[in-house]
């Protein structure tokens, strides 16, 4: 490990953060890789590849995903590091692309780390997919028997992450008291057979926009909730989806505006800049509306501040 996060103190720290995230292709060579990863281990039909390189290529070729998280590790870095001033080392672990959360912790042990704290950079809990991230970690951490695991579950609960997103729909009041504005807020679609098997993710996503809603004085006739992002796998995903709402609500409920706030997500991701910035503003535009979207908290200080509570509160 090297010394430019270790901290300021003189021996090096004995407890790590493991930011977890989906990773994202580097590079155009990097997405069938990837693609198979997410397809545990199958490779995608060409047609689908074909589809998705379509998609990472009108977002401008590869997604800033990577990049961002990277500031992200760095911000909480230096926000650990001046709360708890040599304390911890953050470093970051993918599920699908290097560096993989085994390698990562493979690094830590190396390093003599004793305590890891596992965060998913996904703030509302699914079995499914946060769950999955600590099982990776616990998994690597077999061979590591001597290393404490911490995992973080559920943190969309977070004051600085609730007042981020509240604080805009605050600043556009004029706009939201409208008649012809609806607020749509979103997270990633999952497989129906996934909630009806017990998945607390729906009730977090509902939870979080009702929270979200009132900290910014907003009416349950002024918002909605839809789902957004779900796969091309022929079952059942959750809905309604987003596009087919707002479609909706242009066409049949008198609404001319849309603001999109993509809760489910933390970063400007393929999900955001593909599906929110080109395909849902197309729709919308399709049948005469407009779209507003919410900017997403990516290294945002109050971001920074919620991924530290969260470390703390799991001490
Ligand atoms: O490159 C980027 O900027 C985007 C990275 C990315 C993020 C992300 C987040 C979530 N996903 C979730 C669920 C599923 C399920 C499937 C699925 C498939 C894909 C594919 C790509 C992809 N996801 Fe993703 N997701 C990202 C990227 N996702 C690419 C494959 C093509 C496609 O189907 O569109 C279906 C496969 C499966 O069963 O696993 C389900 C959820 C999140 C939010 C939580 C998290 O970030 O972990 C839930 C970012």
Redesign the pocket.
């Known amino acids: 490990m090297t010394s430019e996060n270790s901290g300021n103190a003189t021996s090096a720290p004995k407890k790590a953060v493991l930011l977890m995230?989906?990773?994202?292709?580097y590079k155009t060579e990097d997405l069938m890789g990837?693609?198979t990863n997410?397809?545990?281990g199958v490779k995608p039909p060409q047609k689908?590849y074909d589809e998705?390189a379509g998609r990472?290529e009108a977002i401008g070729g590869?997604?800033?995903?990577a990049k961002i998280t990277d500031d992200q590790v760095a911000g909480l870095q230096a926000a650990l590091d001046r709360d708890h001033p040599g304390e911890y080392v953050v470093r970051k672990g993918f599920?699908y692309i290097e560096p993989y959360i085994a390698q990562t912790i493979d690094e830590f042990a190396e390093a003599g780390i004793t305590h890891i704290y596992g965060l998913?950079?996904?703030p509302q809990y699914?079995v499914?997919?946060?769950e999955n991230?600590h099982e990776r970690a616990q998994e690597a951490l077999k061979k590591h028997p001597e290393i404490a695991y911490h995992p973080i579950r559920s943190w969309w609960k977070d004051e600085n992450l609730i007042k981020f997103w509240a604080d805009q729909l605050i600043a556009m009041k004029d706009l939201t008291d409208r008649t012809d504005t609806k607020v749509i807020f979103s997270?990633?679609s999952?497989?129906m057979r996934i909630i009806n098997g017990g998945d607390p993710?729906l009730d977090e996503v509902t939870n979080n926009a009702k929270t979200v809603a009132k900290a910014a004085g907003l009416r349950s006739d002024q918002y909605t909730i839809a789902w957004q992002?779900a796969?091309?796998?022929g079952e059942p995903w959750i809905g309604p989806d987003f596009k087919e709402t707002a479609k909706d609500l242009i066409q049949n409920g008198g609404i001319s505006t849309i603001v999109s706030g993509s809760l489910?997500?933390i970063?400007d991701?393929?999900?955001i800049?593909d599906d929110v910035d080109i395909e849902l503003k197309g729709e919308i535009e399709s049948v005469g509306g407009k779209l507003r979207r919410l900017q997403m908290p990516n290294a945002d200080p109050l971001l920074e501040a919620a991924l530290e509570d969260a470390v703390l509160a799991a001490e």
């Not at 995230?21 to 292709?25: E, I, K, L, R, V």
């Open positions: 995230a989906y990773g994202t292709p990837y693609y997410i397809r545990h689908l998705l990472y590869t997604s800033p995903l599920k998913p950079l996904a699914s499914y997919s946060v991230y997270a990633h999952l497989p993710y992002s796969g091309r796998t489910g997500f970063v991701n393929l999900e800049l």
